[in-house]
């Protein structure tokens, strides 16, 4: 999606949300997150930057709306965190799997997990969905060194991403969700609480 | 690559080799792994079927040479075997890093990734690549249900493949090889000889 010429439209006009969102999409493949600023993309956007904040928040929400994710991950993933550490490996998969495999939601994030694995946009993920969008939620749950063990419960939930539905490696994925909490669940909750070298 | 014209060239002169396996390469894209005969490709390379099997043994060797990987998976994995079930997560994770961390292999197995991970090619890595590449190698290692065991597996290693190299995610993309075959040696070795549900 481009933006649209907006010269002359009022701030606060119908399409000025969708403008601020379709410069701050730009702005973020282009320049990365940290590359990224609200004063930018309100300047690109021909709006002031209050109102950017005021539609979307911080640089993070705005981060988070311009993925078009159908779901917030922080939100989803704030019942898992609540509950605590133990057993969230399985809650954290099982709450992962629910939401991936909704079959009106699992198109939607298909085709941004393609997008973000294209050659440009790691950046983004490296820089702005893992330490901004899951991160911080996950620390939350670890005991220590959450740099060391967030990333490696990635590494877990991204194959598993990528087996399951990007290249639909049998049987995973065809594997019913509770097969996989079972199955999957206790390496998570070592990466996030067991002893770690 | 494209296949050059080879009209009137002799079989078994010196392009001809390179004009089998660019016809391979394109049958394996268009037609995936099963669809792809000797037949079909020495058809479109226009030799005899047997002059493929001359040049490259089985399907399956010819899979492998198409996906011109710069070393064959199942001879770096031989050993890794040979030496049984015991501490075979760690020292498949090391043998796979060793092959990874080298600067002189690691580009093209990074083109290899991002080109298997276009939406056309995942037939590809779930028809070919894990089934016959590294399938047998490592179900030959795992004390039952090969079936279930060797996709966890391959879902741990897809997803380190992606955040090390691909995305680059710190600090796994910085850690030292053996820090993280500690880390996640123990989850390979679970999900080849642990207790699965």
Redesign the interface.
Known sequence: MTARASRGRRPGAPDTRAEVLAAARASFAEKGFRGTTIRAVASAAGVDPALVHHYFGTKDDLFVAALEIPVDPREILAPVVAAGPDGAGERLLRTFLSVWDDPAIQPGLLALV?SL?A?DS?GL??DGF?PVVVGPVLASLVRDRP??RV??V???????I???Y???????AQMPAE?LV???G??LQ??LTGD??
Chains 1, 2 share one sequence.
């Open positions: 393609r694995m050659d790691a993920v490296r893992i740099e060391v990333p490696l990635a590494s877990q939930m991204i194959g598993l990528v087996a399951r990007v290249i639909a490696v049998p049987p995973l097969d079972a199955r999957v206790p390496v070592h990466y770690l070298p």
